[in-house]
């Protein structure tokens, strides 16, 4: 579908009612990957090509100039730090408390550590590896552990899942598990309590100072699809009883779970998109850090949609977004790629209730804070 | 060796002083000649004690050359020229020769009459400047003197803004000046040949940034005004009438028409008769794509944008106005702004950068107390926008601008190494060429390798084939004969005997004689005969004949044999060759001193 300039210029005056803040950028490779690093830092890195740049990127200061905004011109994002990877960067996580990523490379047999520096040199360095004992053709996901030690959740499939220490790569932890199931991602609750979830849908609960798991498929899974999840836990407590899961097919099903009883999901609907056949695991489900009950969904298509879970009933269908976010198929360039851009990733500021950043298969970077037209006016 | 050396000038990294020093092949020149807007002593200037301790810099540069009109690339010219001297030309495009000036003077304006300074150039001294200057056009080379030539491109960033390529002999640098490489409404992106300079300068203040598309910043200036006119306030907006005045008019009508708005919008008088004067400038400076948009509507005869009256700022309710100066340090801008700024529901919107010293520069900075003639202060609660519409290019824009000219090395000036080593890294693997960042003062020394071209004539080509032995291995040099011609630019390589043709001189022969006596009892004809024996057995790879005549000739050598009546066993060889086979004559000539065999 292809946007004609009257409808691209129909959408940035309607941005004018429709955004409070607006910011369109284009990295010269595109990005998978939006991991903070500071409260004002974001890594971004890029998936095309044979080597691939990494870059730590401040954010407009014009998004932080609070009452003096209107002095502030800066609209542009800084590069702090640069690096260069040696192949495609397919995830990246940052190490909290350290100046430490982490990324894998599509099939790779060995996570990258990368030190991303601090004032003396604007270089990103690789400081070493973790080497992985299976070489399989699918990369591994990874999260980082919420422990003191620094140290990395990563697998790529179940029975492969542990936890290495990235200062000696002693292994802290493995899966007892015995599946060839795919991770489609994982995260820990809390320090010791960790979720991951297959691509069939599949969701396992763990402890590391437990070698089972729970293990919780899904009611009627479906052939085919692919689950992605995102995890919302309210960072004052710590115990999982405060964690919500949602789950979301590659066709638009969307489950609710409560980490107390993740055998039943509290609410399943149907979300009004297309069904994603795309190989690239695009798909996205992030829940809001500030906005109560609010979670985002992309990888679809070019768009990426808020939804307000509190009016979902425990069966909905096709609940409406209350906002979508359509400037990468409109602010679209034809010269930047052919085809209609898809968005790869996204990412909420993690204070400003309603500000988001958001990635497209074109290279662009968007920042944005929307208007929500019932409660901003 | 060769070489090329680049220095910028002044103390201090900080961008804000663009003045750089190059020389190549003999010549000196000067790119930019800027002022440091920080500063209100003398580092503001660009450090010239590098040139010459004392004195004029005339013969120490064969031409300066100014990028464009902004103050931090040509602030400081009429001090270089008319304070420190210089005489000598300096180039700059039409457009910026002609708003230079006014910008030079409107600054002389607010530095001596605001802020009192003396140790500044005056109005005479700018209008003395600019008589030295000499305009450029695109794509044209300027022939500087029989060496050093110039050619001006398309750099984008503001009207008359130039990228410039210097060349003596086959050695050549590009400076950027300010570019952009996307383009916008009105100016297009900056272009330049697969020149392939052996160096290409380029600002790195920007470099490591990545740039907010001009859609978002443009929108962001529509929903602030648009805020303002919604809640009955006004919006004044500061402009310097030759340049940005033009483009935010077109896109407020545009506004306007969309949203069907009906607030009124002004643009004050003395806009229109400058503006008049820029589209003129702009219409011949632009490519014909832009043009043809340009022309399609005619820049003054705005539906929604009507002419100024002083009186109107009096009016009630919403309004924009656009009134000039820029930076609202005198004139109608401040009037205006002198009677809005009181009203929290009102608008400033500055659009460009402020000098030190003006009421524009004191807002931006927050203050809201400001200080007016007579001891009387002006509360400023009116809202106060800063927004920038300049054109750079970034990161992924120096990666183009490399991309298109192959250069086969890169300066960056302006910039903090420990900050640019990632880029410098990324410049280097991605192109395989070398990236230098010197500091302020620091000179960076590139050896070239220029190839001198000589052309070879083809008789002599052929000459040196009929030579005969093995044919020329392509990896092992072999030495050839020539004459080297240099005339009107050109070298030749030529024989010998069409030089001495086109020099229209004779050839002369040298031919050497020599006797050498011998004993011998045979007769002269088998003495002769027993010296072409004894040779031919010495001498196996050489061509010796027998000649009836009476002659044996060696190469080129000639052997006869004589003797006297009186004595006639006592043989005289003669023994005559030329120049060219001395060795060999003086060879034969021991050779036979020491007797034949019996």
Redesign the interface.
Known sequence: MDISSDEAEDWFMESLNTYKDLHVFQLEHPTKVIEWTGDKCICVAGYTGARSEILELLLPLKLYAGENQGLCAERDFKVQHGGFSEEPVESLIHIPGTRCVVTTGSSSSALQIWDIGGDDSDVIKRTGVINLKSKSSKGSKIAPGLTDEPAVLHGSCISEVQLTEIATGRVLYTVAKESSDSVSGLQFVNACVFLICASNGTLLMGDTRDPSTCHYPLQDSKSGLHWSFGLRSDRSQSEPSCCTVARLSSSGHMLLSDLRDLQSPFCQTQLNVQHSTSKNDFLNVSWAPVLDRCLSVSGFDGTVHIYNTMDWSTEGQNPQPVFSHRGHEMSHEAKYSGSPPVVTTHSWHQSRPKTLLSAATDGSLHVWDWLDKITDR | MPDIKITPLGAGQDVGRSCILVSIGGKNIMLDCGMHMGYNDDRRFPDFSYITQNGRLTEFLDCVIISHFHLDHCGALPYMSEMVGYDGPIYMTHPTKAICPILLEDFRKITVDKKGETNFFTSQMIKDCMKKVVPLNLHQTVQVDEELEIKAYYAGHVLGAAMVQIKVGLESVVYTGDYNMTPDRHLGAAWIDKCRPDILISEST?A??????K???E??F??KV?ETVERGGKVLIPVFALGRAQELCILLET?WE??NLKAPIYFSTGLTEKANHYYKLFITWTNQKIRKTFVQRNMFEFKHIKAFDRSYADNPGPMVVFATPGMLHAGQSLQIFKKWAGNEKNMVIMPGYCVQGTVGHKI???QKKLEMEGRATLDVKL??????FSAHA???GI?QLIRMAEPRNMLLVHGEA??????K??IE?EFSISCYMPANGETTTIVTNPSVPVDISLNLLKREMALGGPLPDAKRPRTMHGTLIMKDNSLRLVSPEQALKELGLSEHQLRFTCRVQLHDPHSDTDTLGRIYTHLKSVLKSYSIQHVPDGTVIVESIVIKVTSSAEEPNLKVILLSWSYQDEELGSFLSTLLKKGLPS
Do not use: P, W
């Open positions: 920007y490591t940034t990545i740039r907010d598309s859609r978002c910043r929108r962001d529509l929903k648009h506004f969309r949203m931006l900075n927050g809202q106060v926008e800063y927004m920038s970034d990161a992924k990666m420990k900050k640019m080593e990632f880029l890294d990324k693997q």
